[in-house]
């Protein structure tokens, strides 16, 4: 069902309640697990987008749980304003990416759902509740980043700012260089991220700092040159011919690893922190602490050399400050990102499982909305205050109306 209003959501709870129903919310469906599955209710959140409020004041903006990160970073711009902070992919709905966790890269500033100010969300008994630092504080402590599990989401108020200018620097990079500057690059730049290509030493970085300007975004044609022609179409090509050939692999990556050239742009937030991504993929990513990120990345690289697999994806590694959030990967710790991919298709369970066992010998915590086996037992070990999450749980939804057989794995039941 797709309701048109808070009010209207709620009433889909309550008589879901009374004929015995599960419900579940599902966004744009980026997520790669069973987050928003379920036999029961399932609501689509299309009608609920848009912007209720802007608070110039406050510097806040209110809204709707549907609304794609793509229109909201539009809205924004058109006003003067800007997050602080964002992922690179906008095609999900501020609900799902905030309720899963999603990030961007930072040295200050942290995920999505940290810039959250307040939100409103429908428990299991039909209630409306609003939440913030002030109003039900502990709710809005865990319900920032809750899965699905608290309540439906409705609305979302976020921190918010005048829009500002990056300067992007995008740079080849040795593995080795990358790896052994890793601190000094965090530390020299308020955005940093890089790419390794496996099966080679190559990676590419990207440095985004604020600019006073002016804005020079990329050139028509060398933007599409590098963002759709080699990072989507020949990338396509060549993860098809290599998904064919496996053995080629390897060859393609050192040629691929290299197509891409140095250059510097400076435009509007959004669009350089996000990103076009056409090639389909599954991925599986992991936050740890981040003085751990190099030596597991090593682990990474010296196991994909000595054993017969064939990457053809990037590995992509980001990384956040701590933040306050009950089951935020960055909970309480500095954070790095690993994230490994592969191609639609590609068989993915031998790469991934060897991945997992680096990543969890270093206390890492996968991203809720990615391929991942961990449970409710390795959680509660992972999360200092998961068992704070999982009371609020029980006192929100004691039935387990938002339950469902993903969320009985990561929370029991």
């Keep these: ?40 209710v399932l609501i ?22 549907g609304t794609p990160l793509k229109r909201l970073n539009v809205a924004l711009a058109r006003e003067g304003l800007s997050l602080t902070n964002m992922g690179d992919i906008m095609e999900q709905t501020v609900a799902g990416a905030t309720s899963t966790g999603t990030h961007g890269t930072g040295r200050e500033s942290a995920s999505i759902a940290a810039q959250i100010r307040e939100l409103e969300l429908v428990t299991a008994d039909g209630e409306l509740l609003v939440c913030s630092e002030k109003e ?51 530390a020299e730049n308020e955005h940093f991220e890089f790419y390794w290509f496996p099966h080679t030493d190559n990676c590419n970085t990207k440095r985004n700092n ?33 998904r064919a050939v496996p053995p080629a692999i390897p060859s393609i990556a050192r040629i691929s690893s290299r197509a891409l050239s140095a250059r510097t742009y400076t435009d509007i937030p959004y669009k350089v922190f996000t990103s076009p991504r056409r090639v389909r993929f599954l991925e599986m990513e992991y936050a740890l602490p981040r003085e ?27 990384t956040a400050p701590a933040d306050d959030i009950a089951l935020s990967t960055a909970s309480g710790r500095e954070t790095a990102y690993i994230a490994v991919h592969l191609y639609k298709g590609t068989p993915h369970r031998a790469y991934f499982t060897a991945v997992e066992r680096i990543m969890t010998a270093h206390g890492g915590r996968p991203h809720w909305g ?13 999360y200092p205050r998961f068992a704070e999450f999982t009371a609020l749980r029980d006192r929100l939804d004691p039935d387990r109306r938002f339950a469902n057989d993903y969320l009985r794995r990561v929370l029991g039941d």
């Design 1 to 40: 069902m797709s309701p048109a209003s808070a009010e209207e959501l709620a009433e889909a709870v309550r008589r879901a309640a009374e004929d015995g129903l599960r419900v579940k919310t599902v966004g744009t469906g980026h997520s790669f697990t069973s987050i928003a599955a379920t036999d029961g």
């Design 44 to 65: 689509r959140p299309g009608l609920l987008t848009g912007i209720r409020r802007i608070d110039r004041e406050a510097m806040t903006v209110t809204v709707e749980s």
């Design 136 to 186: 039900n504080p502990e709710v809005f402590a865990a319900a920032r980043i809750g899965l699905g599990a608290l309540g439906v989401v409705t609305a979302i108020t976020f921190a918010v700012e005048p829009v500002f200018l990056l300067t992007a620097r995008e740079e080849p990079m040795s593995f080795d260089r990358v790896t052994s500057e890793f601190d000094a690059l965090h």
């Design 210 to 242: 604020r600019s006073a300007g002016p804005a020079a975004p990329p050139g028509r044609i060398s933007g599409w040159v590098e963002d759709e022609l080699l990072s989507n179409g020949l990338f396509q090509v060549a993860c098809s011919l290599g």
């Design 292 to 318: 751990a990120a190099v030596a597991a990345l090593r682990e990474l690289k010296a196991m994909v050399e000595r054993s017969p697999l064939k990457v053809s994806f990037p590995v992509e590694v980001r």
């Design 370 to 382: 990615k391929v991942h086996t961990r449970d409710a037992d390795y959680f509660a070990e992972a």
